[in-house]
């Protein structure tokens, strides 16, 4: 057995065995298992809101796209910072309503403002079918990862399986995010510094170089794919579901804070630790110089580093995308699961809750691994909705936090339906003459329906909307 394949393996157990360390026990307690009991320090919570960023999409998907948009890759780079300013504001409102009421989930949220069971169901079910596709990404990913550091096909689909019986029991989630981040950031400063130096003489050679051979790639321009168009509305879109917290997994590490002061100092602090994305990117350039615009995205990164780095330190690069994937998938099961035993089945005891999580965790880890496997296009297509679909869900969090009267239910679900319906015609069957985010043609019509139900509703009734209750303005005063 090679070096790479020892530590890779290696690594995969470390990963499981910190998080199997970092749960309490015994551990019958949904709340505590879900957001760690709502007493998470700034560390640790920084570190929890940190992964939902930086996942195998740093280690692959940066670079690649570097690769394949040239700069129009850097949209990835400022919709967080943008994001984390709203969620200074949005946070705390946020984790004080839910920390009042009982929240564990944001479906749990949503229906408890508007008072509605069928939105908070809807919510739960879109998040579940939508985070699917998600963790199978992070599943996969983390198999093309050991499939390229070993060159054997068949361990990268084994590794694929011992993380799915692994992150069955994976609760420890804080515990690994301090693994995973400090060798994440480590090893991208040494592929960031060694790779560029190795192929080119040093990364200012690299800018150099394709500023004289493919200068189109320097600039965003022009309508089509990668275009100007499609930057702006996808860092548009991105930074709106960021602000909003649209992603189901993204609740648990806010409500997993122990006050609303220690989540506004990490956003204060957040946007700085995004810049470290800029480091693939750099690699992302050199492999349009060593590799040109035929290489395969998603494996330039790990080629060019097979060329510089002896097996141990591929052996240890490949650990931290294998974290990268793994952390974040444990943040995925979560809330999957949690979204099922609280929003869809309602399971009525703890223990009931609690059990039927777990059942949901393991359930739903083999489901996105068959599928991955049996229906590779459908997951594909699923996850194109994801991220944009869910995005759907920003104007009834937006005026669940900053409007003064209560909209209602009825028109949340009537603008969120055709945003989504939106969103599902222009992923699979329309074209625009642009190449723009469905998400933000969908967010269009939402608001403008949601406007338009609410104005009808206010005409045939000859009433305003209800005023919030002086309890709920006070917990969601900034």
Known sequence: MSTIVVVTLGGILLIA??????RRSPDRDLAEWTVGGHNFGTTTTWLLQAGEVFTTFTFLGTAGLVVSGGAASFYSMPYVPLGYIAMYFIGPKIWRLARARGHLTQA???????????????????????????????????????ELVTGNGSLGNWSMVIAFVLWSGLRGVATTAYFKDVLMILMLFVVRVSVPIHYT???????????????????????????IPWYVSNMAISAIGCAFITMPNDWPPVLSARSSTVLRRNYLFLPFYNTLIVMPLVVGYVA?????????????????????????????????????????????????GTLVSRNLIRARTEKAQFATTQVTVV???????????????????????????????????????????????SSILAGALTGLALVIGYTFWWHLPWAISEGIIGLAANIAVVALCEAFRRVRTGQRAPVRSEEERELLRA
Request: no cysteine; glycine share 12%; proline share 4%.
């Open 288 to 336: 349009l110089v060593v590799l040109g615009t035929g290489a395969d995205p998603d494996s330039s990164l790990l080629t060019l580093a097979s060329g510089v780095f002896p097996g141990w330190l591929m052996g240890v690069l490949a650990v931290a995308g294998i974290a990268t994937a793994m952390v974040p998938s444990a943040s995925l099961l979560i809330a999957t």
């Open 17 to 22: 065995a910190l998080g199997f360390m970092g």
């Open 108 to 146: 749990d949220f949503l229906q408890d403002v508007y008072n509605s069971r069928f939105l908070g169901i809807l919510v739960a079910v879109a998040g579940v079918v939508f985070l699917l596709p998600y963790l199978q990404l992070q599943i996969t990913g983390l198999g093309l990862i050991v």
């Open 201 to 227: 003489g040093g990364f200012t050679n690299v800018f150099h170089t394709v500023q004289e051979q493919m200068p189109q790639m320097l600039s965003v321009h022009g309508t089509g794919e990668y275009g």
């Open 363 to 409: 359930v739903a880890t083999a489901a996105a691994l068959g599928l991955a496997v049996a229906m590779q296009d459908l997951l594909a297509n699923l996850l194109l909705l994801t991220s944009s679909g869910m995005d759907q869900l920003a104007p009834a969090i937006a005026a669940a936090l900053l409007l003064r009267r209560r909209i209602a239910a």
